[in-house]
Structures are given as C-alpha cells and as structure tokens.
T-cell receptor
Framework: DGGITQSPKYLFRKEGQNVTLSCEQN?????MYWYRQDPGQGLRLIYY???????QKGDIAEGYSVSREKKESFPLTVTSAQKNPTAFYLC????????????????FGAGSRLTVL | GDSVTQMEGPVTLSEEAFLTINCTYT??????LFWYVQYPGEGLQLLLK?????DKGSNKGFEATYRKETTSFHLEKGSVQVSDSAVYFC????????FGTGTRLLVSP
C-alpha cells in the first residue's frame, strides 16, 4: 500500500545535538511538507518542497533545515539553534503543490515525537 | 491574515449523541475548506472537504456545509460512536493550508 513513513516514532535528544527525522513516501507525490504540532496551537508549517532540489521556508523555519535530493524523501534536521524543539512532527505530501488548485489534499505520516532532555 | 477558529475542547459526549464542532474562518478570497481527523498517536487524515460556497462535504456520517455568509464550516454528526474519539482540525486553503488549533472529542459508552 502507498503511504508516508516517518521514523523514528519517538526520539530523545540532549540539548545542543542536531537530530534528523526521516520522511519517505511511495505515493509519487510531487510536494512534501513538514509541520510541527504543539498542544493548543494546531499545526504550523516548517518547510515545504514542490520539486526535487527545491524547498521553501514555512512559517517557523528558524532552527530547522531540510533537503530534497529524491522525490520520495524529505528529511528534516532539527538543529541546536531551535530553542524549543520538543514537539510532535508531521510529514505530509500531496500530488502537487497546488495552493491554487482548490482541492489540494494532504496525506500525512504517523508522526515523530521529539523530546529534548 | 487568513485564519481558522475552532471551538475549544474537549467536547465530551455519550455514544449516540449529536455532535457539532464549530469552525469559522477569515480569508481574503474564496478558500477551500477541510476537516481533518487525528486518532491517538497517528497523523492526520482527511475527513471531508468543500471547495465552494454551499457545498456539503460528507464522509463516515460526518457532514459540513460551506457557509459563505457566516464564514463557517461546522462539523456535524447525528450519532457519535466511541470510535469517533479523536482530535478534529478545521483547515482552509487559499495560497496555503491553514489549520485551526484542533478540537478534542471524547465519546463515552
């Protein structure tokens, strides 16, 4: 079955360490996204990518980095510059970036929960 | 800017009760509207959508009607089940996808 795989599901990090969250999709989707979810704040967009080797900052990109070397993969690195990294991170994809399509539907992975010790 | 406002939760209901979760939006144009659902420990799944005024989205017994005059997209279900316990997110799409803060629904037997 097609879908999005995020790993690891749970991750613990010491302060000052960089960590990388994996996101892989086999849906042949063009666009991929990273969201951060905090209690009471809904989902906030970190980065998104419309095509390979291209990505754009979202609303809260500071302290994060991404790459898009392959269509299927969109890893997120949480750097030591991110002041409050403890959160639930969700990766998503869609058939095209299509902000203007009016029908763009995102498929989400199961998420990765990062805790800073 | 564009935004979505949802009723705060948790919403606590008994099985077979009627459900309404309010959602209103602010947008500079004519957005598409969505409801996503998040079950415990999982990512979000699309529940239903509506792309223009007066459209009604429906799925799994849930319904929501795009009301342009009241800028609302309230989620309703006639008879909830324990398995409907989850967090529900309202979202709009215009230029980008904007989510509300989510409403937790707890259904007891």
């Amino acid at each position: 079955d097609g879908g999005i795989t995020q790993s690891p599901k749970y991750l613990f990090r010491k302060e000052g360490q960089n960590v990388t969250l994996s996101c892989e999709q086999n849906l042949n989707h063009d666009a991929m996204y990273w969201y951060r979810q905090d209690p009471g704040q809904g989902l906030r967009l970190i980065y998104y990518s419309q095509i390979v080797n291209d990505f754009q900052k979202g609303d809260i990109a500071e302290g994060y980095s991404v790459s898009r070397e392959k269509k299927e993969s969109f890893p997120l690195t949480v750097t030591s510059a991110q002041k409050n990294p403890t959160a639930f991170y969700l990766c998503a994809s869609s058939i095209r970036e299509g902000w203007v399509s009016g029908a763009n539907v995102l498929t989400f992975g199961a998420g990765s929960r990062l805790t800073v010790l | 800017g564009d935004s979505v406002t949802q009723m705060e939760g948790p919403v606590t209901l008994s099985e077979e009760a009627f459900l309404t979760i309010n959602c209103t939006y602010t947008a500079t144009g004519y957005p598409s509207l969505f409801w996503y659902v998040q079950y415990p420990g999982e990512g979000l799944q699309l529940l239903l959508k509506a792309t223009k005024a007066d459209d009604k989205g429906s799925n799994k017994g849930f319904e929501a009607t795009y009301r342009k005059e009241t800028t609302s997209f309230h989620l309703e279900k006639g008879s909830v089940q324990v398995s409907d316990s989850a967090v529900y997110f309202c979202a709009l799409l215009i230029q980008k996808l904007v989510f509300g803060t989510g409403t937790r629904l707890l259904v007891s037997p």
